[in-house]
């Protein structure tokens, strides 16, 4: 006979044994347990059924059970609030399972060399892909088919020697610079009527690489061709530019016919060329102007026109070769003739005697004429 404590224990261990499934750990997720009440269900009288299903007409707070397949994470990637990131993980090619409700794609610095047709099957969500800083040099013409919401492409530091085909018509804003682009096709950015951004510096294209008809029927605020071998002003940019960098690049000068387009420009950088002439008249072209950038150039004196241009607030002149400012270079004679006053002019780094009497002189009178306008004006406003 067994003591009865003996007895006990065995027939806890009994019981123990013919429930367990006796099956390694696993690790479980919210959705299995969900799929665990499933289950249970079968085991509920009609009473309860019908109880829960009554409910559920009802708008209970019961939620409906999801379908079988389930959204998942592509290995090492990190998913969460429709946002991938994949950068960093040495990819070579770009991963499977994508949840289809991404939103953004962030596939940077990794070692992608192509983006093949079905890459981005089903992503008709997608607002932004990231591909910086891969080594990508192919790209098949349907890979952007499926995107058909796509707003920004980024594009940066790859191998690229031409702009992908058939970007998506969606596309706002595409940063392709940094690549091995030297040409740029006719209608390369062709059907792509809501673009609005384009940065395509630090390419080695030369203003012969761009056909004509190249940026036809784009209507952009924003265009960066810097870093580049231009050696002039690229011809037919867009006329509804806002703001257009061309610096450190081998422009030698501005000739009267390179700006005439650009009405709607308020900013022009230029600086980090070789520009040793800007044509008389060239800049009555840009009546909008209000930052000039043309440090860094081989200019001997102050361009024409500074004086008429009403808007202009920051004109960027230092580290050329001026040796002489004149009194009319940058504010016509006369009071109250230019509408706004600068906030900043840079002379500094040029060969020009800042202390000859007359420019000081000039300095000195309208620094004083601002001044009391200033005092009668606020004297005005106290009165009244």
């Known amino acids: 006979m067994l003591p009865c404590g003996s007895l006990l224990l065995m027939l806890c261990v009994a019981r123990l044994i013919s429930t367990s499934s006796a099956l390694p750990f696993e690790q479980r997720g919210f959705w299995d347990f969900a799929m665990d009440n499933m289950d249970n269900m079968d085991s509920m009288d009609s009473g309860g059924m019908t109880t829960m299903m009554r409910d559920e007409e009802e708008g209970s707070g019961v939620e409906e059970i999801p379908p079988h397949h389930i959204p998942m994470c592509p290995f090492g990637c990190q998913c969460r609030l429709r946002v991938v990131q994949c ?15 991404t939103k953004f794609l962030d596939l940077q610095n990794n070692r992608i060399p192509e983006l093949k047709e079905n890459d981005f099957k089903g992503l008709t969500h997608l607002y932004g892909l990231s591909l910086r800083n891969n080594i990508i040099s192919k790209v098949h013409p349907r890979t952007f088919a499926p995107l058909k919401n796509m707003q920004k492409l980024y594009f940066s530091k ?56 190249a940026f036809k029927g784009l209507k952009l605020n924003y265009l960066r061709i810097s870093e580049s071998k231009l050696t002039g002003v690229p011809k037919d940019l867009p006329e509804s530019l ?21 009405k709607n420009l308020y900013r022009l950088g230029l600086g980090y060329n070789h520009i040793r002439n800007i044509e008389n008249g060239s800049l009555s072209f ?66 020009v005697n800042y202390w000859e009497r007359e420019f000081v002189f000039e300095i000195i009178i309208f620094i004083i004429i601002v001044f009391w306008g200033e005092i009668l004006r606020r004297r005005e406003r106290a009165i009244n």
């Open 242 to 262: 806002n703001e257009l960098h061309l610096d450190h690049n081998q422009i030698q000068a501005v000739e009267l016919e390179d700006l005439s387009r650009y």
């Open 286 to 351: 840009l009546p909008s102007l209000r930052e000039l950038h043309l440090d860094n150039n081989r200019l001997t004196r102050v361009p024409s026109g500074l004086p008429d241009m009403k808007y202009l607030q920051v004109v960027y002149l230092h580290s050329n070769a001026i040796d002489q400012v004149g009194v009319d270079d940058f504010c016509p004679r006369g009071f109250g003739m230019k509408r706004t006053f600068y906030n900043g002019i840079s002379l500094f780094s040029n060969p």
């Open 87 to 101: 950068s960093d993980l040495g990819l070579t090619e770009v991963p499977k399972n994508i949840p289809l409700d």
């Open 158 to 213: 790859n191998l690229l020697t031409t702009v992908p085909q058939n970007l998506p018509a969606s596309l706002v804003e595409i940063r392709i610079h940094e690549n091995r682009i030297r040409k740029v096709a006719a209608g390369a950015f062709a059907g792509l009527g809501n673009m609005n951004c384009i940065e395509m510096g630090a390419n080695p294209i030369q203003n012969s690489g761009f056909e004509p008809g």
